[in-house]
């Protein structure tokens, strides 16, 4: 017998906390649970690790089987360890979280989920297990993030206004931005490229369009916006 046998050891589980940006708003990815224990409750999707598996192959199993989505860009978030987090039993959480443009991708409930659908992240429904502390760790994690990092890239569509990359950056932080003072520091940061395009549509404004500057690396991005 394996050394590691003679110990009772904690189960695993990979919780993905998924964002996403839409009708203006900071949105969270969640899943209605078909089984016990939170039956017909709200949680983040998740699933335990499997022995052959690393954590990034799990990740991409609940994507698949849970969510009905492919392969994109998840980062680890961080690992939750209570006690009690589980009422099955000794359980560990090793959380990622992801930012995906709900326009470009179709969300399908898997067989073990009765729905997933899209909450905006101010009114976010009563979650089960420890999930709410996972998604108040993830905003905090997003909030910080945004301002050295532009991770507009993967919330926004290919081409947009000032006008929407403002309300973005007030949706994920969650307060008021001066316009004038974020149009200035956007644009001197280099974050952003003018498309020489002009939105039409808009009753007597015709705002540029832009697009984010693939070139810029995280390490040359910083935005002061106080």
Known sequence: MHAFNKYPNPSVAIDLVVFGYREGKLNLLLLNRKEAPFQHSWTL???????????????????????????????????????DRDPRGRALSVSYYALINPASYTTTAGAMANDVQWFPTEDLPPLGFDHASIVSVALKRLRAKILYHPVGFELLEEAFTLPE???????????????????????ESGYIIATGQKRTGAKNRHPDIYQFNKAITPHQFHLNIS
Do not use: W
Request: glycine share 4%.
């Open 45 to 83: 999707p998740g699933a335990f690790l499997q022995m052959e598996e690393l954590f990034q192959d799990t990740c991409h199993r609940i994507l698949r089987t849970k969510l009905g989505l492919e392969r994109f860009y998840l980062e680890q978030l961080y690992s939750f360890d209570a006690l």
């Open 165 to 187: 990359l403002h309300q973005l950056y007030e949706a994920v932080l969650g307060v008021s931005i001066d316009r004038r003072n974020f149009r200035r520091k956007i644009l």
